[in-house]
């Protein structure tokens, strides 16, 4: 595989990881603003709360809700922290590319 191929390929792994990491941020948005919400609630509250699964809503208990809400802030910190880790190792090795490109070209002239 040539330099130009491994930059390019370099690049789409960059751009995935990037939105990867806006994915989870406005995941954990989401999910924290759902939460402050449901803390503003009074606990004897007779609101009824649902949950998504696939493709329809189950009725469930507000300690359920608030539990699934906070293990779902949870991994997706722990994977925007995954994946910001690999985000800058490519964006090194992009550097890095870029810079053996330049030499290629600079050395060839």
Not at 18 to 34: G, H, P
Not at 66 to 73: A, P, Y
Not at 80 to 91: I, N, P, Q, V, W
Request: glycine share 4%; no cysteine.
């Amino acid at each position: 595989m040539d330099l130009r191929q491994q930059y390019t390929q370099t690049k789409r792994d960059y751009g995935a990881a990037q939105a990867e990491v806006n994915k989870l941020q406005r995941e954990i948005k989401v999910s924290e603003i759902t939460k402050s919400e449901l803390d503003s609630l009074p606990e004897n509250s007779d609101a009824k709360m649902y949950q998504g699964v696939g493709k329809m809503f189950m009725l469930s208990t507000r300690e359920d809700v608030i539990s699934d809400l906070e293990k779902t802030m949870k991994e997706s910190k722990s994977k925007e922290g995954d994946t910001s880790k690999k985000l800058s190792y490519l964006e090194n090795r992009l550097k890095s590319q870029e810079q053996n490109i330049r030499e290629l070209i600079s050395g060839s002239s």
